[in-house]
């Protein structure tokens, strides 16, 4: 069984224990939300969500001096931020990113169960063989990993400085080996010409995009501008007006003058770009359906997870707190480190 089979089989075996959250009233909603506001402050703590949770909890981290963001944001915002307790709000990696940049602080997360498909498809033991295998390759890990993947690597990058990091390496002469996202890792080595060896993985949500369904999309509203993230399979990719992560995706839509835009990410970004570009109009491209591993349209079923009242309980009880060993914390520190100093260059 290829690495891709055996992620889509372990995504499905994943997904079927997770139990969906009922749905609140809005009275229900704004007890909760009041709760976790006084518990933010009693507890000296800071919510970072990502742009694919649910927008309540967006917009609570907003009201409540928090952080809404793609993941390298995150991890720097709660490294700098003077809380003491994290409580992140997205998929397991993002909580043991925060704990290993902030080791003294408690990092809470509403569960542990999110985690993600590249995540699930690259089990540390398995890629550290990998690389043992081709010892004379700079290891390259996106930041959709575990703690013990990016202990193993050289580097660390997120999509928004995916490109500029494989430039430089390429251009020092090194050859990468790269993980785990295949399609990111083909536009990366599309768009760079350097020498990439690659893990087979890739995101549930992003591989469900289809170019057909964009094609159809775009001779209905034919004056709009194709937005994708580079996690989407090679033919999307080349549709596209402009590829790049969740923010650069936000930044355009500010910089470009269409007024419509087709959409090919996580839906949930969908808040900020309204938010943030209120005069345009937005479409989610269209996926191939509802799969064995989706539950509904370009919507990551982990990060639907995060929800007030596990937010709440989180905060309250400690539970879900984020642990990352030691020495595993120490080994990963340096690649993410070497990340966060070159983007800030």
Request: aromatic share 6%.
């Amino acid at each position: 069984m290829s690495h891709h089979a055996a992620d889509q089989k372990l995504v499905r075996d994943h997904l079927n224990r997770i139990d969906d959250h009922s749905p609140l009233t809005s009275d229900q909603q704004e007890q909760i939300k009041q709760r976790i506001r006084a518990l933010l402050v009693e507890k000296n703590a800071v919510l970072v969500a990502h742009y694919y949770t649910d927008p309540m909890i967006q917009e609570l981290a907003e009201e409540t001096g928090g952080c809404v963001s793609d993941s390298l944001e995150m991890a720097r915002f709660g490294r700098d931020n003077e809380a003491t307790t994290l409580i992140v709000a997205g998929v397991k990696f993002m909580g043991e990113t925060a704990k290993i940049l902030s080791p003294e602080k408690t990092v809470l997360m509403p569960t542990l169960e999110a985690t993600c498909s590249l995540d699930i498809g690259c089990p540390a033991e398995e890629f550290s063989a990998f690389c043992d295998q081709h010892p004379d390759r700079t290891v390259v890990v996106y930041a959709n990993t575990s703690a013990a993947v990016k202990a193993r690597a050289d580097w660390v990058v997120t999509s928004s400085i995916a490109l500029q990091v494989v430039e430089h390496l390429d251009a020092q002469g090194e050859k990468i080996l790269w993980a785990p996202d295949k399609h990111l890792g083909g536009y990366v080595q599309r768009e760079t010409g350097a020498d990439v060896l690659m893990w087979d993985g890739a995101c549930i949500v992003h591989e469900e995009f289809k170019a057909q369904g964009l094609l159809d999309l775009k001779a209905v509203y034919p004056d709009s501008a194709i937005l994708v993230h580079p996690e989407s399979p090679e033919p999307v990719v080349a549709l596209a007006d402009f590829v790049g992560s969740t923010s650069q995706i936000i930044n355009a839509a500010k910089t470009l003058p269409n007024e419509q835009f087709i959409v090919a990410t996580d839906q949930g970004i969908f808040y900020k770009l309204q938010q943030q570009v209120p005069d345009k109009d937005f479409i989610i491209a269209p996926t191939a359906g509802s799969g064995a591993a989706c539950r509904s349209c370009a919507n990551c079923p982990w990060m639907a997870m995060n929800a007030l009242d596990n937010l709440a309980d989180a905060l309250e009880y400690g539970n879900s707190e984020v642990h990352v060993d030691v020495s595993m914390r120490e080994q990963a520190m340096k690649p993410l480190i070497r990340m966060l100093q070159f983007a800030a260059k």
